[in-house]
């Protein structure tokens, strides 16, 4: 009878077989630690748009038109004064890093248009950040304000 050797370690075929799975494997892991950077890049990008529109907003919301201080506010705000204009349209450009720049260097269009609403007071600031590159819209707010006395009889 013959006596089984007991083998000590792996054979060439069961490691290259292992390696080929690790490979495989990696590649995988790779790839999805590279959709989710791209996923994570997206996601800032979008944060930074909000914040920038909202910001927008908020300065139409809070200036007082009648005692503007042109140094606080951004310089297309200028134009949206609440008139008797049926719309009132300003855009801005911006950068990469959502700074305002002029057409040439700008990678993001910013469209702001102030309507005025059913209300004679009560107008419209409706505001849309769109990707230059891929006419696309990133990211889009509305927001409304009373104006008391600027679009009335009185």
Not at 23 to 49: G, M, N, P
Not at 85 to 102: G, H, K, N, V
């Amino acid at each position: 009878m013959k006596r089984m050797q007991r083998r000590n370690g792996f054979t060439l075929a069961e490691l290259i077989v292992s390696i080929a799975i690790l490979a495989f494997f990696s590649t995988i892991i790779v790839q999805v630690f590279a959709q989710a950077q791209a996923a994570t890049e997206r996601a800032e990008r979008l944060d930074q748009a909000v914040v920038v529109v909202s910001d927008l907003a908020d300065q139409w919301k809070s200036v007082d038109f009648d005692q503007l201080d042109y140094n606080q506010i951004d310089p297309a705000m200028h134009r949206l004064w609440p008139a008797q204009d049926s719309q009132t349209e300003a855009t801005l450009y911006l950068d990469e890093q959502f700074i305002t720049c002029d057409v040439q260097a700008a990678v993001y269009e910013v469209k702001l248009t102030v309507s005025k609403q059913a209300d004679p007071d009560f107008y419209q600031l409706n505001v849309v950040l769109k990707d230059l590159e891929t006419s696309k819209t990133v990211y889009q707010l509305v927001a409304g304000r009373y104006f008391p006395g600027k679009g009335g009889d009185s």
